[in-house]
């Protein structure tokens, strides 16, 4: 092994360590993780407001709060596909209740990863509509068996380029996006294996439309390699499961008028008026100023 060989893993390793250094999570997240594992379901994607440097460098690329994805893969007693339980098996999962997610992570590639690691973290779960029983079988079984493959941090500058509004250089020179090199182990990135996953039993994320000259329409499949986490939220073929930390109180019944009162009057508000928060530490009075007419 060579010093130039052995210096550069060591730089790589630095820089990694950096990227990955996390903000402490917030006091309060804004979902409810306990009830989001609660309806999660085999084949579920889930997108992450991360809290890493390299988290704010995906946000700023991606112009979105969501910097990961992963695959919900759940645990051994969900799973009653053997051929997958046998998949987690020899990844070395002996507890059946374990719930865990497939993703690809700097610095360590395609893992299985405890779900229970996004506990404190802002989530969205995105769920492919009407995927039958087989098909979100298959899509978890390709995933799994994508577990090995390195992160390519090569393609996420591509991915950089690709977005940029202004084309500096032209899209394809010297970029990874529009390369594949068959037969050979590639690199990925999360959202790119999830769309390689769904696109093995021709399931819809955003798909290419193309309509011909007679007003048929045909379905073109997305270059993987440009998928980013928030194209699930936006997709139409998904649909969006949330549960909030703080959820609407159960809805009273007004019986003088005889009408439903809005749960979310009973949220627990603050009593005192005109005030508004920039953050949970940082709150003032907001003075409202009248107009000409008397009118606030």
Known sequence: MSINFILKIKIENIINQWLLKEEPPPDIPLSNFEALTN?????????????????????????????????????????????LRQLLIEQGIKDEKKKYVVESLLGEGMVLSPLYNYAKDNIRVCRPRGLTSDDANAVVKHSLEQLGREYDIRQLFDLARFLFPYRILPRRWHSSLFQYNAGKTTRT?????????????????????????????????????????????????FDIIKHPFIEFPEEKFNLLHLHSV????????DNKENIVCN?????????????EEGAK
Not at 55 to 67: A, E, P, R
Not at 203 to 229: A, C, D, E, H, Y
Not at 279 to 291: H, L, Q, R, Y
Request: hydrophobic share 40%; charged share 20%; net charge positive.
């Open 39 to 83: 309806e999660m379901k085999l084949a579920d994607v889930i997108l992450v407001e991360g809290r890493s440097r390299i988290s704010q460098v995906i946000k700023l690329i991606t112009q979105s709060q969501w910097s990961h994805s992963g695959l919900y893969v759940g645990s051994l007693s969900e799973l009653k596909n053997e051929s």
């Open 189 to 237: 990135v999360c959202s790119t294996a999830i769309a390689e996953a769904f696109m093995k039993v021709n399931f819809p994320i955003l798909p290419i439309v193309k309509m011909s000259q007679t007003g048929g329409i045909r379905l073109r499949k997305r270059n993987p390699r440009i998928f980013i986490p928030k194209y699930f939220d936006y997709s139409p073929y």
């Open 262 to 269: 809005g749960a979310y009057h009973n949220l627990p508000w």
């Open 279 to 291: 953050s949970a530490d940082e709150c003032f009075e907001m003075i409202m100023i009248e107009n």
